[in-house]
């Protein structure tokens, strides 16, 4: 070889190697840039997950405090107090992971003023809530204020959000920038040293050309020039200028499947079939180009030859033309060798150098990985090299910790594994021997561990050994957990593991596990199904959708929470309906859903059934509408007393004042008007009967005296009573008793009490000269008395209320037909008691109405002590009786009563002139006031009591006291009887006439 070529070749070597230098280096800056690029990434990854976790323990807050407030749940304050208490923390990671941009930090500083607003207004409720101001509390909520600072919030949380994306997108871009720069500088590494193999193989060809030319000037070597084609290594194929075939050497024969006797003559195509590796179409005629160019030519590049007999070989090399000596084109020869190894060598090359380069990565993020473990595990953690000392080449933060910086120091040299009892174990029973030499790998060991200057340290050892390529062991992993540590993180497992069972499992809230943006349920908790009274075999079949679920009228919120989940990854709780499983019913519920980071199309939620709260809010508004009612009806009886009250005291004050100017001058009108006095007397008499009715009634006191009584006799009493009404008004009144007597186990007075209201309401309802029926028959075990009238009727609209308290049905102005509302919602609570029932008809006004009022029977007995009326005692003496009352008026009427009658009255004013009068006076009878000025009745009694010589002397209670425990505390006191003002004067006197003198 020439010097020139000498030099040509090592030219080539130098360039090769310098390409190959050269793109080696610049492989290993992209893999740096790389690798910087995927380091800021991660940084804007955790900066969106630390941005996520404070608005989680905003909301979790918020949801807490709303949850407390609706409740009063003392659950619901523990995610609320965790909020309060992590937020701080979760603001300091936030400003650490943002601590190299500016912008971002200035965007944190102004959203911190609106967390600090928020878990103020969610403290001032809570505060406000457990002070008692429960209603200050909704109203603060109520004022939005807590929704719009939650706007402010989310809307500075998104503005964060969206500038780390778009610096995170910038990242990504960047590093795909720097990767596609790597893979050009690769193909561009690959042509450059494909360029300079095809310099080397050009400069081969010449040497071959130069050789060519040589034998054809030496027509006598044309034998030899045959002979070195058929022993030499690469196929060989002479064609003539034609591009026929005149020569093949035993390479190509073999390659081609042809043999030279069958090749020779033949046009090159047919015996050397190419085509083109990738597309399989066939490949350009090197031959036929080499002769109409006159140079040489090569074939392209991933060129295949396939055999006659279907074999294919990847083929490299060139065609050239053959000139004479005249320089006349004579030919062509086409040199070509397999390279199919060569390929499959360039393939593995490539795909090794790929591996490589991943391989680096990944060992420069396994780098990283570990020094991460190591600095962060909670476990003590090392690496130790191949022995004998087995030196320590890598250590955990928390093994440095326990045994001290111990990198290089041999493993026996930085500490020494002792039994539980003191004792030194042999070499071949250690973990790490037991790893290095015998290829074991120790799990969970129990042992106590020896540390130069400390004290012993109980842990669970596990050792792996570390091979290398070959199999060959070179080193050991130590992983030491402290026995201690370890039982606190079991015990911390379990207690996080069981709050996650209680919060899926617990029915206090459905959680919605996985859904898809289609709506289809696949995990859900218990709470959740029977919420919707769903199963575990529906959820596993799909039948769960949430937007199926959905009536059509919440379609809408549901299109806002999505798009927010599309946009923000979460959407803020709301409210709506779902379906139950056959559609039957519906479930109010509070929902919110947020996107599972990572995952496509994944999203979890939560819903919160607040049926209860939308019942309670239902009741309540219920309860205010029937408030509001009452309170006018308050109006309208407080109007009505007054009105009421005014109609007799307008003619009690006219006869008044008619008896003071006339009583003297005309007898005959002091004659007519005692009647209407009277009347009007009875009449306010009656109104505070039935005021005191109705506060009974209120407060649930009536009681009743029962004994079997016999109810025509009752009815009877009745219609007299009412009786004066009914002939004022001239009615027609018609009885239809049941001839055989009817018995019940009944209070008579309140029995009388009930027919006497039936009928006052009747006459009262009824105008002039109507009629009134009334019948009494025996229905099965029930006696049913029937009122009928012919008066105004009822509205339907009154027509269910017709029995409660303080109802009319006149409500003008006029009220001509008086009364307080008071009787008919007696006489229903009287027939409770006495295991009855009343009920009202009417076709409507002016069409009269019936009252039916059904009473169960009994058996009759012995009555006629109850049924017939006591005679009259006969007269007794004229009595010497003491009056006591601080109301002038009423002890001056009383005293011309009793001197009317024939008794001998004196009167005092309070109680210390009582006990005085006591003793000069000496009364047989004490009509004793109970409300007195300084001393009060039941104290005057007890003391002329305390007296033997007032013994025998007659108590009698005249008082406005009038309930049970006023009159038991009277008989306690000392009294004789006990009546309630006003007094009727002939039971007065009946009382008085009864008295032995």
């Known amino acids: 070889m020439s010097v020139v070529k000498r030099a040509l070749w090592a030219i080539a070597l130098v360039l090769i190697a310098a390409a190959l230098i050269g793109n080696a280096m610049l492989s290993y800056r992209n893999t740096e840039t790389l690798a910087a690029g995927n380091a800021a990434s991660l940084r804007s990854r955790e900066v969106l997950n ?104 989310r809307e500075q949380v998104g503005a964060l959000r969206a500038a780390e994306l778009s610096l995170q997108a910038e990242r990504d871009a960047h590093a795909a920038d720097v990767y596609r ?60 200028p034609r591009g026929h075939i005149v020569l093949v050497n035993p390479v190509a024969e073999a390659m081609t499947g042809w043999s030279a006797q069958d090749a020779v003559g033949k046009p ?22 080499a002769l109409a160019e006159g140079k040489i030519v090569g074939l392209a590049n991933h060129t295949v030859l396939r055999s006659r007999y279907g074999r294919e070989y990847v083929i490299e090399d060139s065609a050239a033309p053959t000139y004479d000596a005249n320089g006349v084109i004579q030919g062509a020869v086409m040199v070509f060798h397999d390279s199919t190894q060569r390929r499959e060598a360039e393939i593995a090359l490539s795909t090794a150098s790929t591996e490589v380069a991943r391989r680096a990565s990944a060992a420069m993020a396994s780098e990283r990985t570990l020094k991460t473990i190591l600095e962060n595990a909670p476990i003590g953690i090392s690496m130790t090299g191949p022995g004998p000392d087995f030196p320590i080449i890598a250590i955990s ?120 943006h289609n709506g289809r349920v696949t995990q859900a908790n218990g709470a959740f199904l029977e919420m919707l009274g769903f199963s575990v075999e529906d959820l596993a079949a799909g039948e769960i959708n949430l937007i199926t679920q959905t009536p059509a009228a919440y379609r809408t919120a549901d299109d806002v929470a999505f798009k927010e989940l599309a946009e923000l990854g979460y959407c803020a709780p709301y409210e709506k309906e779902l379906f139950s499983r056959n559609s039957d019913r519906r479930v109010s519920v509070v929902v919110g859903y947020a996107r599972v980071s990572g995952v496509e199309d994944e999203y979890v939620g939560f819903a919160l059934d607040v049926s209860a709260r939308k019942k309670l809010e239902s009741q309540l508004r219920e309860q205010a509408e029937e408030l509001l009612l009452a309170d006018r009806r308050k109006d309208e009886f407080l109007a009505m007393l007054a009105h009421e009250l005014r109609n007799p005291l307008a003619p009690l004050r006219n006869a008044v004042h008619l008896l003071d100017t006339r009583k003297e001058t005309d007898a005959a009108l002091v004659a007519s008007l005692v009647p209407a006095m009277r009347r009007q007397i009875e009449h306010l008499v009656r109104l505070v009967d039935d005021l005191l009715d109705a506060a009974r009634i209120s407060q649930g006191k009536i009681t009743l005296e029962r004994s079997v009584v016999e109810l025509q006799s009752i009815l009877y009493a009745a219609v007299e009573t009412i009786q004066p009404l009914i002939n004022v008004r001239r009615h027609r009144l018609d009885l239809d008793l049941n001839p055989q007597l009817l018995y019940v186990h009944g ?57 409660e308290t303080f109802t009319q049905a006149d409500q003008s102005l006029a009220r001509s037909a008086g009364g307080l509302g008071i009787g008919l919602a007696l006489v229903h609570r009287l027939s409770d008691l006495h295991g009855g029932s009343v009920i009202a008809r009417s076709d409507g006004p002016g069409t009269g109405s019936e009252f039916e009022l059904r009473l169960p029977l009994t058996q009759a007995r012995d009555t006629t002590a109850a ?5 009259a005692p006969a007269t007794g003496g004229r009595h010497r009786i003491l009056i006591v009352d601080d109301n002038i008026d009423l002890a001056a009427s009383t005293a011309a009563l009793l001197e009317l009658w024939g008794h001998a009255a004196h009167v005092v004013y309070n109680g210390k002139d009582a006990l005085d009068a006591a003793h000069s006076f000496r009364p047989e009878v004490i009509l004793l006031d109970i409300g007195l000025p300084e001393m009060d009745g039941f104290q005057v009694a007890q003391q002329i009591r305390g007296e033997p010589e007032m013994q025998a002397v007659h108590l009698i209670a005249m008082t406005g006291y009038g309930q049970d425990r006023d009159r038991l505390r009277a008989q306690q006191a000392g009294f004789n009887a006990h009546l309630v003002k006003p007094v009727q004067p002939d039971a007065l006197k009946l009382l008085l006439e009864s008295l032995q003198s």
Not at 87 to 93: D, E, I, M, T
Not at 279 to 288: F, G, K, S, Y
Not at 406 to 434: Q, V
């Open 181 to 240: 720069f790597s893979q050009y500088s690769r193909i561009l590494g690959m042509c450059v040293g494909l360029a300079l193999v095809l310099l080397a193989a050009v400069l081969r060809r010449r040497d071959r050309q130069a050789r060519a030319r040589a034998a054809n000037e030496i027509f006598l070597q044309r034998e030899w020039f045959s002979t070195t084609l058929r022993s030499i290594g690469d196929a060989v194929i002479v064609t003539d």
């Open 268 to 289: 090159l195509l047919e015996v050397f079939d190419i085509i083109n590796e990738t597309t399989r179409q066939r490949a350009d005629n090197p031959v036929a180009r």
């Open 50 to 153: 630390a941005i996520d976790d404070l608005m989680s323990t905003v909301t979790e807050a918020e949801t807490g405090q709303r949850g407390y407030l609706l409740t009063q749940s003392a659950a619901y304050l523990d995610p609320y107090r965790s909020a309060s208490h992590s937020v701080s923390a979760n603001l300091a990671n936030l400003k650490a992971l943002l601590a190299e941009n500016s912008a971002q930090l200035n965007r944190l500083a102004q959203l911190e003023p609106l967390l600090t607003a928020k878990f103020d207004e969610l403290r001032r409720t809570l505060d406000l809530l457990e002070s008692g101001h429960r209603d200050a509390a909704l109203a603060l909520v109520t004022t939005d204020q807590g929704m719009r600072d939650m706007h402010a919030i």
């Open 397 to 516: 933060h928390q093994m440095r910790a326990w045994i001290g910086a111990a990198e290089n120091t041999p493993a026996h040299a930085a500490y020494r594994k002792i039994m539980p009892d003191g004792s030194t174990p042999p070499a071949a029973m250690l973990p790490l021997n037991r790893a290095m030499h015998e290829g074991l790998t120790v799990r969970d060991e129990q042992w106590i561990i020896e540390r130069p200057g400390k004290a012993p340290l109980t842990v669970i050892v596990n050792v792996a050994p570390v091979r290398d390529t070959d199999g060959t062991i070179v080193g050991a992993v130590h992983s030491w957990v402290d026995l201690t540590e370890r039982q606190q993180l079991d015990r911390a497992l379990r207690v996080t593991e069981s709050r996650l069972r209680v919060l899926v499992e617990a029915n206090v809230i459905g959680l919605i596990l996985s859904f898809a």
């Open 747 to 803: 209070d008579s007075t309140r029995l009388t009490q009930m027919f006497a209201n039936i009928l006052h309401n009747a006459a009262k309802y009824t105008n002039d000269c109507g009629s009134i029926r009334v019948s009494l028959v025996q229905e099965a075990n029930e006696a049913v008395v029937r009122v009928r009238d012919s008066g105004q009727g009822i509205a339907a609209d009154l027509l269910p209320r017709i029995f």
């Open 867 to 871: 049924t017939v009326r006591t005679a």
